[in-house]
């Protein structure tokens, strides 16, 4: 089953404060991928709590070169490297040539068997990659479907080539088993306004992870200007990916707590699921 689990190693803004580290979120995955979302101000050591090495990190995808997403990078990085470890760093193409100064190898998109991840352009006040991770789950066959069909022909619909049997032509989508998705996705947004535009052509996700710097105290258009997004932006941006499950992170420390957040959360009607992280929680989402 895949099957994923986040563990949200810092939520807030950019200001840090006592319960709320700066932006940071361990994923992995069924494949055995390890990845760190952002590298806030003290990353290795939140890793280090989760019983996560820095050296086991498969990679690393920066959203942004505002401190508050990379102060955490030199030392996880350092770390990671004396115990053998060798993360690829994914980050925005016009801090390459910087981060490429700490001696590792620095990207815009990677991709391994059944995985891969990408930048999608968001809408922040400096040039920023949300992080569209992507797995290849396979697909199952409905039994009645490919009942009658020649081995070869199952075969050639396992690789996504289209068959002709009997003078029909038939194809993967043709037999899968309801409405099963083949690939299953993960938005992660960093820091953003709303990109209505960028949704569009990035289409549905399973599950968004969404900064929500403000509640509803402020007003949308001061967010926006900000580079910053409301927990409602949030809430429609999960709607027009069609997520089933969106993630609140990113924020801001003029927030005592979470609790207006987690209030304006449980108001919403799903899809999709609301859920507000605190600091160290750990969530698993089956696909």
């Known amino acids: 089953m895949p099957l994923l689990k986040l563990v949200f190693l810092g939520t807030g803004g950019a200001v840090p404060r ?53 102060l955490g990078l030199p030392g996880t990085l350092a770390t990671a490297s004396l115990f053998g470890g060798r993360p690829v760093v994914l980050a925005p193409r016009s801090a390459h040539d910087v981060l490429r100064g700490l001696g590792v190898e620095v990207m815009e998109r990677y991709e391994s068997r059944r995985f891969r991840v990408s930048c999608v352009r968001t809408c922040h006040t400096i040039d920023a990659c949300g992080w569209l991770l992507e797995w290849d789950a396979g697909i199952k066959f409905s039994r009645d479907k490919i009942a009658e069909l020649p081995r070869w022909a199952v075969a050639a619909l396992a690789r996504g080539e289209a068959v002709e049997v009997g003078g029909r032509v038939i194809r993967q989508d043709d037999v899968v088993e309801g409405r099963q998705r083949r690939f299953k996705r993960l938005l992660y947004t960093g820091d953003t306004a709303p990109c209505p535009e960028v949704w569009s052509a990035v289409g549905e996700v399973d599950v968004l992870i969404h900064e929500a710097a403000f509640a509803d105290d402020v007003s949308p258009r001061k967010a926006h200007r900000e580079g910053h997004s409301t927990i409602v932006d949030a809430v429609e941006a999960a709607r027009a990916l069609r997520a089933r499950v969106l993630v609140v992170t990113h924020v801001s420390a003029r927030y005592p707590d979470k609790s207006r957040h987690k209030a304006l959360a449980r108001v919403v009607r799903p899809p999709p699921y609301v859920y507000v992280p605190d600091d160290m929680d750990a969530l698993l989402i089956s696909l």
Do not use: C, F, K
Request: without cysteine; aromatic residues 6%; proline residues 6%.
């Open 18 to 70: 006592p319960g709320s580290a700066l932006p940071a979120i361990y994923l992995e995955d069924w494949l055995g991928n390890r990845v760190l979302l952002d590298a806030g101000e003290g990353a290795q050591y939140r890793l280090l709590e989760a019983g996560v090495s820095p050296a086991s990190l498969t990679l690393i995808a920066v959203t942004h070169m505002h401190e508050d997403h990379v």
